[in-house]
């Protein structure tokens, strides 16, 4: 599989490492990718993570913007600018920076989530919070579909 899915937490250790789940090292692994490629999330407290597929899709987005155009401006400053390059090290661990922990409030336990071509990394309370609403507004999606709402 090519792809980021489930979820795991695992604790850091003393040093402040994490290790990856060995499925999400799996997939970094098929996809070419020396490292890990890591920024804060565009509007969640969490971090987006991956290797070269995640890449490839910011250089799409960026792609369907003018070079010099203010809105390509933007998305290269939070998608690339706010980004880090994380060494995974021998026994599948990385070191998440300062910034990027202070960011998604993580202390001494992540989430690790799947999300296809990219995962994404919680502080474990808030991921249990956003999977809820995720839910609740999944069978509120489901209710509109049921009855007819949002078909073309």
């Known amino acids: ?9 695992n604790r850091l250790d ?6 990856i789940p060995a499925p999400f090292r799996a997939v970094l692994a098929r996809d070419g990718f020396d490292g890990l490629y890591a920024h804060p999330s565009l509007d969640l407290e969490a971090l987006d993570a991956g290797g070269n597929a995640l890449l490839s899709e910011i250089d799409g987005l960026l792609a369907t913007h003018s ?3 203010p ?4 998305l290269a400053t939070a998608l ?24 998604a409030g993580i202390g001494d336990q ?7 071509s990219k995962f994404q990394i919680w502080e474990p309370e808030r991921f249990q919070t956003h ?9 509120a999606l489901k209710r509109r579909l049921a009855s007819g709402e949002g078909r073309s």
């Open 71 to 74: 809105d390509r401006d933007v």
């Open 14 to 19: 003393a040093k402040g490492r994490v290790s």
């Open 1 to 9: 599989m090519d792809r980021f899915v489930s979820n795991f937490t």
């Open 80 to 103: 690339l600018g706010a980004s880090d390059v994380l060494k995974i090290d021998g026994e599948g661990r990385v070191i998440l920076t300062d910034s990027l922990k202070a960011y």
């Open 131 to 139: 999977l809820a609403q995720a839910r609740e507004a999944l069978r």
């Open 110 to 116: 992540v989430t690790f989530v799947g999300h296809g």
């Open 67 to 69: 070079p010099y155009s």
